[in-house]
């Protein structure tokens, strides 16, 4: 049973610049969560998809943005990076079942902008 | 206050010791209580999900939740080199979004 997958596993981009990360879920789930994780700190939580609609945001600026595709898998784009947005993004993947929180992580896309 | 609050540590202890890691919480509508290991460099592992409050035990892991002093620990028996890592809390409420803290680092010593 595959786990959760994101690609690519390392990127490097300049500031000002745009980028896509990409994550496929767990066999079996259909809501995706991405998290954005600095050195030293707890994921924080950037937004949830679930049948192809956003349906959670944290504080995040509007320069983070993603989708979702029939088959589940979802993709964040960043526009206009700055330094502070390096960090290991992570995706997570669950069942929408109502009183679960069971969410599965990928390993992660480690982005450094220089 | 942040929300979910975790001694960053580092704590090390020898092998076979009995670890004890502790978080706290603000936000009353948190139900769900998770623990997640990560290893260097990867990403986070779920390891104990507990549902209110009580204890929850899987293997050498016990989870505990207080609601009533908003106190999570998570407890590891004969802890083993291979339990080195950071261990990572987190909690949520009806929203399914997860709130986590800085995380432990713990180093179990041969």
């Known amino acids: 049973d595959a786990g959760v997958t994101q690609s690519p596993t390392h990127l490097i981009k300049t500031r000002g610049q745009q980028v896509t990360l990409r994550c496929s879920p767990k066999s079996g789930h259909d809501t995706v969560s991405w998290y954005q994780q600095a050195l030293g700190q707890g994921p924080q939580f950037i937004f949830q998809y679930y049948e192809e609609e956003e349906r959670q945001r944290g504080n995040f600026p509007d320069r983070f943005s993603g989708h979702q595709f029939p088959n589940y898998s979802s993709e964040l784009n960043v526009n206009a990076l700055l330094l502070g947005d390096s960090a290991l993004y992570l995706c997570a993947s669950s069942p929408y079942f109502r009183d679960t929180y069971e969410q599965y992580f990928g390993p992660g896309t480690r982005l450094t902008v220089t | 206050q942040k929300e979910v609050e975790q001694d960053p540590g580092p704590l090390s202890v020898p092998e076979g010791a009995i670890v004890s890691l502790n978080c706290t919480y603000s936000?009353?509508?948190?139900?769900?209580f998770m623990w997640y290991r990560q290893y260097s460099r990867k990403g986070p592992e779920l390891l104990m999900y507990t549902y209110s409050s009580g204890n929850k035990e899987d293997g050498r892991f016990t989870a505990q939740v207080d609601k009533s002093s908003k106190y999570i620990s998570l407890f590891i028996r004969d802890s083993q080199p291979s339990d080195s890592a950071t261990y990572l809390c987190?909690?949520?409420?009806?929203?399914?979004?997860?709130?986590f803290g800085k995380g432990t680092l713990l180093t179990v010593n041969p």
């Open positions: 987190s909690s949520g409420g009806s929203n399914y979004k997860l709130t």
């Open positions: 936000n009353s509508a948190f139900q769900y």
